[in-house]
């Protein structure tokens, strides 16, 4: 009799193990955060790519994400027969402009996955989002509070054996640069820059100066300027791009800049590192500060001590966005819905 039991209980374990434990006691482990990380641990994610961001392919030979940026256990596809094994399917919103039919909307959802909504965009350029409430789980976007924040750059800490100094880029030929392609004068960025230009000269880059600088001459050129104009296309929140990271941090000018509010730079960078319009009455005050702190090397060079502890890293790779879904995925609440895409989206800076 008691050999019987036993064996009946074995078999129901061996079940359970074969099968799978019932949904209650699943749901029950999804609930604790450790036995979470333990399976995510043991298996792949799968992130379903949908549609390439405008339309340009990388290639996904290999183990991709662990290949290039050493995140591990993260299978990224792009093939939608593998709809049905994806823990993420991603929408580029630049992609979807034609409405909810680019969706695969009549597809059923295996429970558990979620749809992810990506852009890179400042809000204004995303469309109308209306159409796309209650259908996306997780947002991936330059935003802090998004789901997987992918900025345009980021600081990371120098390591030990990297250089701890941090050299500071003065030799200088202009006290101010910009580089723009598209010029529109009614921009707020332009009547700025126009206000400067009369006051102090502003050495233009770029399409519209008809002075293109191939990217390979890019950080030079911004290394002979003491001060670069970031200035972004628009004002909202967290959308710092490659203006800051690259053009002024990376290349050596010390950050002019306009977009998010004050209190949003600083949030994201270094103190003492930037200087914001804000911080001026008017363009001829910033102006006359810019001359003064130019002509004060020391002073001036205090705008590079972050240079000492961080380095600048740039995100330029669709593929590397979308492996930052799977170091995230663990992180994710269980269940989400953006039941308003569009007012999460436009939700006005702090
Ligand atoms: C996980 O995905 C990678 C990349 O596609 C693959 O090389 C690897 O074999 C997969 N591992 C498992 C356990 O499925
Ligand atoms: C400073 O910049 C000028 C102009 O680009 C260059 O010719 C010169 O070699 C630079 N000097 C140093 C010390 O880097
Ligand atoms: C994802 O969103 C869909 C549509 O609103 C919803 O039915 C599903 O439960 C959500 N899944 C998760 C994991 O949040």
Not at 129 to 158: C, H, W
Not at 191 to 214: D, S, T
Not at 259 to 268: D, E, F, M
Request: aromatic share 14%; charged share 25%.
């Amino acid at each position: 009799m008691k050999k019987c039991l036993l064996f009946s209980t074995l078999c129901i374990v061996l079940l359970y193990l074969f099968n799978g434990w019932p949904k209650d006691f699943q749901t029950l482990l999804d609930k604790s955060p450790s036995s979470l990380s333990d399976w995510s641990s043991s298996r792949n994610v799968t992130v379903l790519l949908w549609y390439w961001p405008f339309g340009r392919r990388f290639i996904l030979k290999g183990d991709v994400c662990w290949d290039l940026y050493h995140i591990p256990r993260c299978r990224l596809v792009d093939q939608r027969s593998l709809f049905h094994s994806a823990d993420v399917v991603v929408f580029h919103n630049k992609e979807l402009v034609e409405g909810r039919q680019k969706l695969p909307l009549e597809l059923p959802r295996p429970s558990g996955q979620r749809w992810a909504w990506m852009s890179l965009e400042a809000p204004v350029y995303n469309g109308n989002l209306e159409q796309y409430a209650n259908i996306f789980n997780m947002t991936v976007s330059y935003r802090r509070d998004a789901d997987v924040t992918v900025p345009y750059g980021e600081l990371i800490p120098k390591e030990d054996k990297e250089q701890l100094t941090g050299d500071i880029p003065l030799n200088k030929s202009f006290l101010l640069c910009w580089v723009v392609s598209n010029y529109r004068s009614q921009h707020k960025r332009s009547e700025v820059y126009r206000e400067l230009n009369a006051i102090v000269p502003v050495k233009v880059y770029g399409r519209w100066a008809k002075r293109h600088l191939p990217s390979r001459a890019l950080l030079q050129a911004m290394s002979r300027c003491y001060f670069y104009l970031a200035f972004e296309n628009s004002a909202d929140r967290d959308y710092i791009t490659e203006k800051l990271w690259r053009n002024a941090y990376q290349g050596g000018a010390v950050p002019v800049v306009m977009g998010p509010s004050l209190g949003n730079y600083k949030a994201v960078l270094p103190a003492n590192s930037f200087i914001h319009i804000d911080e001026f009455a008017s363009v001829k005050d910033l102006a006359i500060y810019l001359q003064q702190l130019a002509e004060d090397k020391k002073r001036y060079s205090e705008y590079f001590t972050w240079r000492q502890r961080w380095r600048v890293k740039l995100y330029t790779d669709w593929r590397e966005r979308l492996c930052k879904i799977c170091s995230q995925y663990g992180a994710l609440p269980p269940h989400k819905v953006y039941s308003d895409l569009e007012a999460w989206v436009n939700a006005i800076d702090i």
